[in-house]
T-cell receptor, first 115, second 114 residues
Framework: AQTVTQSQPEMSVQEAETVTLSCTYD???????LFWYKQPPSRQMILVIR??????QNATENRFSVNFQKAAKSFSLKISDSQLGDTAMYFC????????????FGGGTRLMVKP | DAGVTQSPTHLIKTRGQQVTLRCSPK?????VSWYQQALGQGPQFIFQ???????QRGNFPDRFSGHQFPNYSSELNVNALLLGDSALYLC?????????????FGSGTQLSVL
């Protein structure tokens, strides 16, 4: 079974600054995907960024980027130029590429962006 | 293009009752998964439906059951409700195609059991 751990229950950052959210995972699989989801007060899970395990290059999506360290089983999310709208819960998630589209989520990090 | 829609948005039940939650997947999607998100925690996988059959199941008791209809919409049924079943129930839709790993989530149904 896979596990996903987010060790930072809460974080805060000043508007326009950079923040990094941590995530570690444990798996024996070689084919898998990693995701960061954002959950604002509207409750809908919104995909922020995804990473295929076989790709060495770190994924980027505008202000969002990841640091994928496969050997260390670490998958952190960096948010640059933080905006007030980034305030939300952030969840790291794992998907076994050989077992259907089932996600295993971490416990989440609550991010507060301060003006 | 409508995304994933769930109904109702909120629901209050008492212990021992039964509840049915509904989900319509994103247009073009054929697979529906259900997740339970307790307060302050990450979502946990309940089960997944494709071609009207349960394909995968997480660690949930038989009180949790589901159904998928020919139009790909789905229902989640919970019998003999317990206080601990109070949670946000999220539906996610996707394609069964194993090369497509993208899930789209609805806004959930908030279930309160009193």
């Amino acid at each position: 079974a896979q596990t996903v751990t987010q060790s930072q229950p809460e974080m805060s950052v000043q508007e326009a600054e950079t923040v990094t959210l941590s995530c570690t995972y444990d798996t024996s699989e070689s084919n898998y995907y990693l995701f960061w989801y954002k959950q604002p007060p509207s409750r809908q899970m919104i995909l922020v960024i995804r990473q295929e395990a076989y790709k060495q290059q770190n994924a980027t999506e505008n202000r969002f980027s990841v640091n994928f360290q496969k050997a260390a089983k670490s998958f952190s999310l960096k948010i640059s130029d933080s905006q007030l709208g980034d305030t939300a819960m952030y969840f790291c998630a794992f998907m076994n590429g050989n077992a259907g589209n089932m996600l295993t989520f971490g416990g989440g990090t609550r991010l507060m962006v301060k003006p | 293009d409508a995304g994933v829609t769930q109904s109702p948005t909120h629901l209050i039940k008492t212990r021992g009752q039964q509840v049915t939650l509904r989900c319509s997947p994103k247009s073009g999607h054929d697979t529906v998964s259900w997740y339970q998100q307790a307060l302050g925690q990450g979502p946990q996988f309940i089960f997944q439906y494709y071609e009207e059959e349960e394909r995968q199941r997480g660690n949930f008791p038989d009180r949790f059951s589901g159904h998928q209809f020919p139009n790909y919409s789905s229902e989640l049924n919970v019998n003999a409700l317990l206080l601990g079943d109070s949670a946000l129930y999220l539906c996610a839709s996707s394609l069964w195609d194993p090369t497509n790993e993208k899930l789209f989530f609805g806004s959930g149904t908030q279930l309160s059991v009193l």
